[in-house]
């Protein structure tokens, strides 16, 4: 059973630019998570997908940060404009349905912010 | 409204020592909860998760956990440390309903030969 893809596995910008990430969850999982992972910290969740349906997206910067999940299958995270602090690693997971099913995650994306 | 606290950021033992990563949690129902680890460069993965069917939980790679909750604690237990243990632990907590879980801030397991 292939994983949780993500891309790309590092990026570098300068603060204002903007960069956009992609997951692709495992096949038949209905839920995907964004969490944002800041050096040192536990994952935080950014938003949360049912199928096509956001759940929770109550920690989402949605001034700067915007995330689509097109067909229920991949989705892709933006951040626009970015700022030093959203230097993180960026995870994206999936579940069979809910969050009291296993969460499996892919490697995550690295960015940094000059 | 859940939370999750992991005691002690760092752990250091020796190779063959038990190890003890502590994990306490906040729940006004009965929680699901889970440990993850995470190796350098890699995502998260499931070590082992309580859903109240056993208060003592057997996960991978010979570590354990239980379910007190009297002390409102799920700590991880393995009885002997190798090296390749250490890692980043995070414990988290999901309210049954199954619409949000909570990671604690993590544990770094360091393992001395």
């Known amino acids: 059973e292939a994983g949780v893809a993500q891309s790309p596995r590092y990026k570098i910008i300068e603060k204002r630019q903007s960069v956009a990430f992609w997951c692709n969850p495992i096949s038949g999982h209905a839920t995907l998570y964004w969490y944002q992972q800041i050096l040192g910290q536990g994952p935080k969740l950014l938003i949360q997908?049912?199928?096509?349906?956001?759940?929770?997206d109550s920690q989402l910067p949605k001034d700067r940060f915007s995330a689509e999940r097109l067909k229920g299958v991949d989705s892709t995270l933006k951040i626009q404009p970015a700022k030093l602090e959203d230097s993180a690693v960026y995870l994206c997971?999936?579940?069979?349905?809910?969050?009291?099913?296993?969460?499996?995650f892919g490697p995550g994306t690295r960015l940094t912010v000059l | 409204a859940q939370s999750v606290t992991q005691l002690g950021s760092h752990v250091s033992v020796s190779e063959g020592a038990l190890v003890l990563l502590r994990c306490n949690y906040s729940?006004?129902?009965?929680?699901?909860l889970f440990w993850y680890v995470q190796y350098p460069n890699q995502g998260l993965q499931l070590l082992l998760k309580?859903?109240?069917?056993?208060?003592l939980v057997k996960g991978i790679n010979g570590f354990e956990a239980e379910f007190k909750k009297s002390e409102t604690s799920f700590h991880l237990t393995k009885p002997s440390a190798h090296m390749s243990d250490a890692a980043e632990y995070f414990c988290?907590?999901?309210?049954?309903?199954?619409?949000?879980?909570?990671f604690g801030a993590g544990t770094r397991l360091f393992v001395k030969a």
């Open positions: 988290a907590v999901s309210d049954t309903g199954g619409f949000k879980t909570i």
């Open positions: 997971a999936s579940s069979l349905w809910k969050t009291t099913d296993t969460q499996y």
């Open positions: 309580y859903t109240s069917a056993a208060t």
């Open positions: 729940s006004s129902v009965p929680p699901y």
């Open positions: 997908f049912q199928n096509n349906g956001v759940v929770d």
